[in-house]
């Protein structure tokens, strides 16, 4: 009753206020909220990253590695580098010569192919966009050149070479024959050189026990009486032999062939009938070739036979002096040059060591 009556007098009306002020205010905040917008969603986010990663690495590069007939050439190294020069990916090209760069960022490229017996190739530089395509035109190898390397020498330094290859040459494997070429286009030997080969001959040990013998044998014989016999006429015969026979060789081997540039030495032939070797022997005593290797009379070997026999008048006994010993000692000469060369030529390549494999071509 108490209720009703409160009612009644409008006691109930404050709390029924107060109830739809916080009506109006829990719509105003609802109101207020629904008006700001809304913010990005997590979710939105994570799709726009997903889609640039996507964009990015999308390219592709393909080609064909062909030789110039057509034809495709498989197990090409193909490598793909950057504008800079840094590579960026290696591939081998397939049976078909083919080949595939794929996740490839925008950017400039360049494609490097090399292949056996082929010579390289390098493409003109590309630029690639996202997801494009791009392939390479025109992959033509060429069959590689040959590289030739001619190494070229002073004639001087081959010579030295050639010489020192001829000192090894003995007959028997004992006898110097160190004047026989057995490289028909050797190289001229230079003023040195000559001198160095003439010493070397005339004074090896080989070379003075032949002339012991020849003494010898003129003792056994009483050649150049005037000697008389005994020591003393064999140490006149020895010391007369040894210095015919360094004269000779050091004037015909060394001092008239630098003055007439002329080569001292008998070029073995080796080929052709017997007669063209027999006239190619014989002739050396009297033609030789020059440094320049024409063929020139050969002053050399006359001119020293000759000299060397000047030179014994001032030795031999008075009773065998005179231009009747000159003429016969080189006389003597160059019969024995000449019969030399014969043996040389048909019989010494057998018979020598160290013998190199070429004679005349």
């Known amino acids: 009753m108490l209720a009703i009556s409160l009612g009644i007098l409008g006691l109930t009306e404050p709390r029924t206020l107060a109830g739809s002020q916080a009506q109006q205010q829990t719509s105003s905040l609802e109101i207020s909220s629904s008006a700001l917008p809304d ?35 498989a197990g090409a190294k193909v490598t793909l580098t950057g504008a800079d020069g840094s590579p960026r ?19 400039s490229y360049v494609v490097i192919v090399e292949a056996k017996d082929f010579a390289p190739f390098t493409s003109a530089e590309f630029v690639l966009t996202s997801q494009q395509a791009y392939e390479i035109p025109g992959i033509s190898l060429q069959v590689a050149t040959a590289n030739t390397e001619v190494s ?5 330094v081959i010579a030295a070479e050639q010489v020192k ?20 286009d050797a190289a001229p030997l230079t003023t040195k050189q000559k001198f160095s080969l003439a010493s070397r001959d005339t004074f090896d040990p080989i070379s003075l026990i032949g002339v012991g013998i020849t003494a010898g044998i003129e003792q056994a014989n009483n050649t150049h009486a005037g000697y008389g016999q005994g020591a003393g006429g064999y140490g006149k015969r020895f010391a007369a032999q040894f210095a015919n026979g360094r004269s000779s060789d050091l004037l015909s081997h060394a001092v008239f062939p630098s003055l007439f540039h002329q080569d001292p030495r008998y070029y073995y032939q080796g080929s052709g009938s017997v007669k063209s070797r027999v006239v190619h022997a014989v002739s050396f005593a ?6 320049s290797g024409r063929p020139m009379p ?28 000159v003429f016969t ?11 030399a060369t014969v043996l ?10 160290n013998v190199p494999r070429t004679g005349k071509p």
């Open 39 to 73: 913010a990005p969603l997590a979710q939105s986010r994570s799709s726009s990253t997903d889609q640039t990663s996507t964009t990015e690495g999308s390219a592709t590069v393909t080609g064909v590695v062909l030789d110039v007939s057509g034809a495709a050439i």
């Open 152 to 156: 070229v020498r002073p004639t001087d």
């Open 165 to 184: 290859a001829e000192e090894k040459q003995r007959l028997l494997g004992v006898i110097p024959n160190f004047y026989t070429s057995y490289v028909y």
């Open 89 to 107: 990916q290696v591939q081998t090209s397939a049976v078909n010569g083919e080949f595939t760069f794929t996740k490839l960022a925008a950017g």
């Open 329 to 339: 000692n080189a006389a003597i000469g160059l019969a024995g040059r000449a019969g």
């Open 344 to 353: 040389r030529e048909f019989f010494s390549k057998r018979l020598t060591t």
């Open 298 to 325: 050969n002053y050399s070997y006359l001119l020293g036979d000759m000299c060397s026999g000047a030179l014994s008048n001032l030795y031999y006994p008075q009773a065998d002096r005179g231009a009747n010993l």
């Open 286 to 291: 009297f033609v030789t070739r020059s440094d």
